[in-house]
């Protein structure tokens, strides 16, 4: 975890797509998700595309409702903005996307969907989209449609504070906000998934969702039960700092050992630093630190 909020530059991509996944759950034999899908020989990718395999399945959860065959996804983390030529770079990906097909109309537009998540309603977006002529519905609580002469493809804006605490508290823990009741729901209902695939996306999202809100979980691990379940939910993480502590603490405690002799061989032998490390075989790219301290 970082400790420091104003030296460590939260990823949030990567929590993003574990939360995506856990959202998708109940139809996880249905979906195909590809992270930072590669749209060309050059570097274009865009977040986050979803693959619905079975055409007649109708995914349970409300976010995937508008769910076709191939789905592209992106996300702003709430660092970013989402502005009108935002909105108009996804659907480039998509047309990117459908128009790099292996045949023609391999991917028909009629079975291509964007979706666009972001935490704060993009209100000057909705304000640009209304006098454009575009038509905004509100289908869920913070899930917009968006319709009109001007849309290619059916499209979706997910506004992720906005959605119903009770079905996705996963996506809402995305957040420099987040609120209690969210973290220690989240946190309950993760013990139940255990699978390995479940529990990488579990750790994917904490990991986010800590980094950005170390006070609330600070005050979350006081609590004995939920300290429990936090450890218990990222025991791989844990044990990972474990052996990197125990790794520094072996090479430190060797690096003083290796002080030792210079400083021995220095007065015993009337040799310069330099000589001792060389007879001690300190790879030369060392020498400065063990320098610094004699």
């Known amino acids: 975890?970082?400790?420091?909020?104003?030296?460590?530059?939260?990823?949030?991509?990567?929590?993003?797509?574990?939360?995506?996944?856990?959202?998708?759950?109940?139809?996880?034999?249905?979906?195909?998700?590809?992270?930072?899908?590669?749209?060309?020989?050059?570097?274009?990718?865009?977040?986050?595309?979803?693959?619905?395999?079975?055409?007649?399945?109708?995914?349970?959860?409300?976010?995937?409702?508008?769910?076709?065959?191939?789905?592209?996804?992106?996300?702003?983390?709430?660092?970013?903005?989402?502005?009108?030529?935002?909105?108009?770079?996804?659907?480039g990906y998509a047309c990117l996307y459908k128009g790099l097909g292996a045949s023609v109309n391999e991917i028909p537009a009629e079975e291509l969907t964007i979706s666009i998540f972001r935490e704060v309603c993009p209100r000057e977006l909705f304000d640009t989209?209304?006098?454009?002529?575009?038509?905004?519905?509100?289908?869920?609580?913070?899930?917009?449609?968006?319709?009109?002469?001007?849309?290619?493809?059916?499209?979706?804006?997910v506004v992720t504070s906005q959605l119903d605490r009770e079905l996705h508290r996963t996506l809402r823990i995305l957040s420099k906000n987040v609120q209690e009741?969210?973290?220690?729901?989240?946190?309950?209902?993760?013990?139940?998934?255990?699978?390995?695939?479940?529990?990488?996306?579990?750790?994917?999202?904490?990991?986010?969702?800590?980094s950005a809100n170390q006070a609330l979980y600070e005050m979350i691990r006081r609590d004995g039960h939920m300290c429990d379940a936090l450890k218990n939910l990222m025991k791989e993480e844990i044990e990972e700092e474990r052996v990197k502590a125990r790794a520094e603490a072996k090479a430190e405690a060797k690096q003083q050992t290796l002080l030792e002799a210079i400083e021995n061989l220095m007065q015993s032998m009337k040799w310069t630093a330099e000589q001792a490390m060389s007879a001690l075989n300190i790879p030369a790219g060392d020498w400065p630190q063990y320098m610094a301290k004699l």
């Not at 905004?136 to 499209?155: A, C, H, M, S």
């Not at 989240?186 to 990991?207: H, K, S, Y």
Request: charged content about 25%.
């Open 1 to 91: 975890m970082a400790d420091s909020l104003e030296t460590t530059r939260i990823q949030w991509h990567p929590g993003f797509y574990g939360a995506a996944e856990i959202e998708f759950l109940s139809n996880k034999g249905d979906l195909e998700f590809h992270q930072e899908y590669t749209l060309s020989k050059e570097p274009i990718r865009m977040d986050l595309l979803v693959i619905k395999k079975p055409a007649n399945v109708r995914i349970q959860n409300e976010l995937g409702h508008i769910f076709k065959k191939y789905n592209v996804v992106e996300y702003k983390s709430p660092e970013d903005g989402l502005t009108i030529d935002d909105y108009f770079k996804t659907v």
């Open 129 to 157: 989209m209304t006098k454009a002529g575009f038509e905004i519905e509100k289908r869920y609580p913070g899930i917009y449609y968006i319709y009109g002469k001007q849309v290619l493809f059916e499209t979706q804006i």
């Open 181 to 210: 009741e969210d973290a220690r729901a989240f946190i309950e209902a993760a013990l139940c998934l255990t699978e390995p695939g479940d529990r990488n996306n579990i750790d994917a999202v904490l990991q986010v969702s800590v």
